[in-house]
């Protein structure tokens, strides 16, 4: 799975690497991961459909 969001620590777009998809309190989707370059923790908000095309 790829994915890229961005990363608060480099001010750019990344790929996230270890992605976990996770259902909210409010029924939405986030994906959580960890940027390649920095290992920073990052997160990225889904729809339902980004959600099912990326496992959940």
């Known amino acids: 799975m790829k994915l890229e969001g961005r990363c608060m620590k480099c001010k750019e777009a990344r790929e996230?690497?270890?992605l976990?998809?996770?259902?909210t309190t409010r029924g939405t989707f986030m994906a959580r991961g960890t940027c390649v370059k920095c290992g920073t923790r990052m997160a990225?908000?889904?729809s339902a459909e980004q959600a099912k095309q990326l496992g959940k």
């Open 44 to 46: 990225k908000i889904l």
């Open 16 to 18: 996230m690497k270890d």
């Open 20 to 23: 976990k998809i996770e259902k």
